[in-house]
């Protein structure tokens, strides 16, 4: 079983940078596809799936985003430390959401930033960005 853990959420203000990291134990993650995903409350309340913003392949280290993200946010690993990064630049009030660290055991990454499917989601942990 695979223990997913998300840090690094906050307040900031538009325009501001956030770092959330994704640590995850009990398994090595070379095996694995690693994603970000985020769902904001109105999303939440209107019961729509959570959306996929980034992925990364973590043997060959490509990466995949989500058009409203490209250009601002930036998907990393270290895999030494079996940690995953999310750096977070320019940061919009339509930015905030709770943001999800999702695996995918022998998976692979659509396009637009997004697992084919999910075995593994960290609890999530709030970004919230003030105008």
């Known amino acids: 079983q695979v223990q997913v853990v998300e840090s690094g959420g906050g307040l900031v203000q538009a325009g501001e940078s956030l770092k959330l990291s994704c640590t995850a134990s009990g398994e090595s993650l070379d095996d694995y596809a690693v994603a970000w995903y985020r769902q904001n409350p109105e999303q939440e309340r209107e019961g729509k799936e959570r959306?996929?913003?980034?992925?990364?392949?973590?043997?060959?280290?490509?990466?995949y985003y989500r058009d409203s993200v490209k250009g601002r946010f930036t998907i990393s690993r270290d895999v030494d430390k079996n940690t995953l990064y999310l750096q977070m630049d320019n940061l919009k009030p339509e930015d905030t959401s709770t943001y999800y660290c999702a695996l995918e055991r022998r998976g692979y990454c659509t396009g637009s930033g997004s697992l084919y499917g999910v075995d593994y989601w960290g609890k999530g942990i709030l970004v919230t960005i003030s105008s």
């Open positions: 959306e996929g913003i980034s992925c990364l392949t973590w043997g060959s280290g490509n990466t």
